[in-house]
């Protein structure tokens, strides 16, 4: 069995040697999405207890998707370190580089990770009939339909680590925290990207997990703790979930 610290330090030194590389191969017709995404794990590992301190195990070899997956780092950390067969998704249009550095490591680093282009918020299909897991990192505020989403993954995936912006009360201080309720923001009101649609309250996030097919193992909340708001950069707040399928 392996404890999530010794997958914590094992992703720490991954991102270490990938990020080396990706300074090394310095491409000069785009630019790296400019943040850590590896950095996620030290959220995992406050996310998951007791048992699900192991559940990386149970991915070794699976099918994953890798979902809003910036250049995919993590997902091919779970190729090379635990041998699973990766799907990256992203939409091109709202990628940092179009996909161009997911595409490039493949190449730069053998990999068999396959990098697919699907708009969550159009008719969409996944590339397996099957997942292992999902991951949706930092993603379900930027869709328009979370709703269907969540349902369509939850047909086909038996685990989703999944974070997203919450909020505990609205702009004008309205307290939404124990409603189950979503704020939808306006094109220029959260650091004038329109691509910023709902910020749940952790009250309407757990009821859309439960609306939409997945039950809640482990939960968590990071960052702005005390009267986190939709718009407010300084009052962001996280929830990170796993989720487990109760449709497949």
């Known amino acids: ?64 998707a890798d979902i809003g997956a910036a250049d995919g780092d993590f997902g091919f950390f779970l190729e090379h370190e635990l041998g699973c067969r990766v799907d990256v998704l992203d939409n091109p249009p709202t990628n940092f580089n179009g996909l161009r550095g997911a595409r490039r490591l493949v190449h730069e680093l053998s990999s068999s990770v396959q990098v697919h282009e699907v708009d969550l918020d159009a008719r969409f299909e ?41 909020a505990r009360q609205a702009p004008d201080g309205t307290p939404l925290q124990a409603q189950p309720v979503a704020y939808l923001l306006d094109p220029a009101e959260a650091n004038d990207d329109a691509t910023n649609f ?24 990071v960052g702005c703790q005390d009267g986190s708001e939709p718009a407010r950069a300084d009052r962001d707040e996280r929830a990170f979930a796993l989720l487990r399928s109760r449709v497949i």
Request: net charge negative; with cysteine; hydrophobic share 50%.
């Open 126 to 166: 996944l590339p397996a009939a099957r997942y292992g897991a999902v991951f949706f990192l930092g993603l379900l505020y930027h869709l328009k339909n979370p709703f269907h989403v969540l349902e369509a993954l939850a047909a086909r995936a038996e685990l989703c680590f999944l974070s997203t912006r919450v």
């Open 1 to 64: 069995m392996t404890e999530f610290e010794t997958v914590r330090e094992r992703a720490l030194a991954f991102r270490t040697d990938l990020l080396a590389r990706k300074d090394e191969i310095a491409p000069e017709d785009f630019g790296w999405y400019p943040y850590d995404t590896m950095a996620n794990v030290f959220h995992l590992d406050a996310l998951l207890s007791g048992p699900q301190r192991e559940v990386f195990d149970s991915l070794a070899g699976a099918r994953i």
């Open 198 to 221: 709902w910020i749940f309250s952790e009250t309407g996030l757990r009821r859309l997990f439960t609306r939409t097919g997945w039950d809640v193992v482990d939960f968590v909340t």
